[in-house]
């Protein structure tokens, strides 16, 4: 269910509704727009049956919510979402976020030189995983703690904010301690538990998208997190299995209007994993832009031959600087732009 208020209804007619809400033993959850206040009610509906809450001052209209999710709805947040990941750095809004860098965290040299060199092509989050989701248990499973710390010093270094992949809860605290933005993978997006735990913390999370979720099920893994209270939540495209086999995994740009229209949380788009092949990427990447995605996932490694996780698809930083110049078009065609620096 969904409350939306009148425009001008004032801070005491929305306390007392959110009281009332709470003794009928439901759950209130506030979304402030900048033109009403919009609250969406979590649990059983049956109460408002016999206490309609349309009577109640400040009150417009109760909409039952159709859909399966409902924090994440457009319905009960019109407003795009801009998500804060700290220094000036904001995806949702005007200028397209680039978050670049190695698939795996693999030394202090090749992350300090990969950090530097997407940083001077305008990308202003590091990715790098240190904690990695490898199909195979005999594949480099990534540094660890040490990962983390090389990431923080890097980006330190650099200017940029960190994002890197959490895969068990057992290392949540771990992670939240090093990373600005906590990554879900693509083989946990229904790791209930873990979405659960993001949902408790402060912090921005990218939830990227399962091998083989549908659109619904990306949308309700995220509500997931919502309904904790972490309403900073990114959602990452990044291919989707299909009878294809020329590319890795099917990219699915459908997903982005698409989930534009269910939903108002942003969209970023990783063109690496969604093609598995350096060659696809820049093509895909611009396509993303066109098609309205908040931002970008890019692998980048200074020796592709030699990496330990996704050489194949990752791009040398020459590469990824053509890419940037090329993407930074297609962003001012749509009316966007690609900030170097962070937003102020
Ligand atoms: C990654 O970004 O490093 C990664 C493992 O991606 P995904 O979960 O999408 O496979
Ligand atoms: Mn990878």
Redo the contacts with the bound molecule.
Sequence with gaps: MIIVLKPHATKRQVDHLIERIKTLGLKPMVSRGTERTIIGVIGSEDALRVQPLEVIPGVEKVMPVLKPYKLVSREFKPESSVIDLGAGVRVGGKSVVVMAGP??VENRAMLFETARLVKRSGATVL?G?AF??RTSPYSFQGLGEEGLKLLRDAAKATKMRVVT?LMDTRDIRLINQYADVI?I????MQNFELLKEVGQLRKPVLL??G?SATINEFLLAAEYILSQGNFDVVL?E??IRTFEDQTRFTLDLNAIPVIKKLSHLPVVV?P??GTGSWEYVEPMAKAAVAAGADGL?I?VHPNPEVAL??GPQSLLPKRFETLMREVKKVAAAVGRSVSKEAER
């Design positions: 698939c795996s990715r995983g990695k989701p992949e990554q993978g693509a083989r946990n990227k998208r091998l990452c990044r291919g990783d690496s994993h996932m692998e996780s996704d």
